[in-house]
């Protein structure tokens, strides 16, 4: 589980994730610079202060142009993830080379409108799929179930690598669709309004693990 920050109290981020205890392994945060999605949030400089206050591994997703330049430097901030969109870069591969080398582990991402062949060139370098299940750039969208066949070619791919590939969802994930996503052959599940709208995030996230988990492929 990587609950996402983004329908958190943003001015209080800190205590925010502490609220997740050690319910989850993760902790997802959404980079966007209002260029490459129509939103915006944080950048380096907050994620670099976030992580040293705060003792889960952070989940870096980049929406940003030109992660070329900019993703190696949220793994050397101390990400443990950092996942970079295969639309924005010049060089997918490189990028995850750069990543990797800086500490993190190299996730690619596709938008619902990308075919899944468009990461082949970066998948050696890979360590994580991410398959957006709604449109990247805000949280409380509804989850796109017709990106589940995505979902199935993604672990398709990392099943047929020799290295261990996770695949995450991200969007639109709860209570109703994350049994959906399991079955399909996600392993990473991203989770913002279903979590942070909850009175206790720590117990929503492990009430979503109970159900992924019961539903997951072996």
């Not at 997802?28 to 944080?42: A, C, E, G, K």
């Not at 924005?88 to 080379?97: K, S, T």
């Not at 279903?194 to 117990?203: H, Q």
Request: glycine share 8%; proline share 6%.
């Amino acid at each position: 589980m990587s609950p996402s920050i983004l329908n958190a109290d943003l001015a209080d981020l800190a205590n925010e994730v502490r609220r997740l205890g050690r319910a989850a392994e993760w902790v997802h945060l959404d980079v966007m610079d209002n260029h490459f999605v129509p939103n915006l949030t944080f950048g380096l400089p907050l994620v670099a202060s976030l992580l040293a206050h705060i003792d889960v591994p952070a989940d870096c997703h980049l929406m940003i142009d030109d992660p070329d330049r900019w993703a190696p430097g949220y793994a050397e901030a101390g990400a443990g993830s950092v996942t970079f969109h295969v639309e924005a870069a010049r060089h997918p591969l490189q990028v995850a080379r750069d990543i990797r080398s800086a500490g993190a582990r190299a996730g690619i991402a596709l938008k619902p409108g990308t075919p899944i062949d468009a990461i082949h060139e970066a998948l050696p370098s890979v360590d994580m799929i991410l398959v957006m299940t709604v449109e990247p750039g805000f949280g409380g969208q509804s989850f796109m179930a017709d990106m589940l066949p995505k979902v199935r070619q993604a672990r398709l791919l990392a099943d047929a690598s020799d290295a261990d590939i996770w695949v995450q969802v991200d969007g639109g994930v709860d209570a109703k669709t994350i049994e959906l996503c399991a079955d399909a052959g996600a392993t990473v599940f991203v989770a913002g309004s279903a979590v942070y709208r909850a009175e206790d995030p720590a117990e929503a996230v492990l009430q979503l693990r109970a159900l992924a988990e019961g539903a997951i492929r072996p």
